[in-house]
């Protein structure tokens, strides 16, 4: 069974910084797709940071694009987020994911997701 682990959230001031992380168990992950996704109550979870599984590929959504950066730990099974220039539209919990499907290479879309982290809040105030 596939387990994944957020860490890292808090508050944080506008402008600030924040590193999430996300350790996995059960399964080696540098052969699959994963990435990050946030949600605020009230509406749907919405894809934050990828890295593909194969090439180590980077994707952003414009609103993370030269803010946010994924990286991955294959030595220690872990998937990282860091986020700079911190907005308070950032508030969100947020949640690390991952798919064991070869085939998807970028992990942009929740209905791709396999697996789950359990969410870790960040709150950016202002």
């Known amino acids: 069974q596939v387990q994944l682990v957020e860490s890292g959230g808090g508050l944080v001031q506008a402008g600030g910084s924040l590193r999430l992380s996300c350790q996995v168990s059960?399964?080696?992950?540098?052969?699959?797709?994963m990435g990050w996704f946030r949600q605020v109550p009230g509406r749907e979870r919405e894809f934050v940071a990828a890295?593909?599984?194969?090439?180590?590929?980077?994707y952003y959504p414009d609103s993370a694009r030269g803010r946010f950066t994924i990286s991955r730990d294959n030595a220690k099974n872990s998937l990282g987020l860091q986020m700079k220039n911190l907005e308070p539209a950032d508030t969100a919990v947020y949640y690390c994911?991952?798919?064991?499907?070869?085939?998807?290479?970028?992990?942009?879309?929740?209905?791709?997701?396999?697996?789950w982290g359990q969410g870790t809040q960040v709150t950016v105030s202002s």
């Open positions: 059960g399964r080696t992950i540098s052969r699959y797709a």
């Open positions: 890295i593909s599984g194969i090439s180590g590929g980077t």
């Open positions: 994911a991952a798919t064991i499907n070869t085939k998807i290479a970028v992990l942009q879309t929740t209905n791709d997701v396999d697996y």
